[in-house]
């Protein structure tokens, strides 16, 4: 069986912080885009579901 495909960043070049700390282009928070390189690909996956939804609201 193949090793899991590793999740690659959600950034797009778009990097400008809302009024909230929120990035306009991939939605992560400053912290999230900070702790991206050292988060587990399972946390990675968590956060990616968690941007869909803010996009959503």
Known sequence: MSEPKPVSSPCVDI????????????????????????????????LLSEIKLREAT
């Open 15 to 46: 990097c400008a912080l809302d009024d909230n700390d929120v990035c306009m282009g991939c939605r992560r928070t400053a912290d999230e885009i900070g702790q991206w390189w050292t988060m587990s690909d399972d946390q990675k996956r968590q």
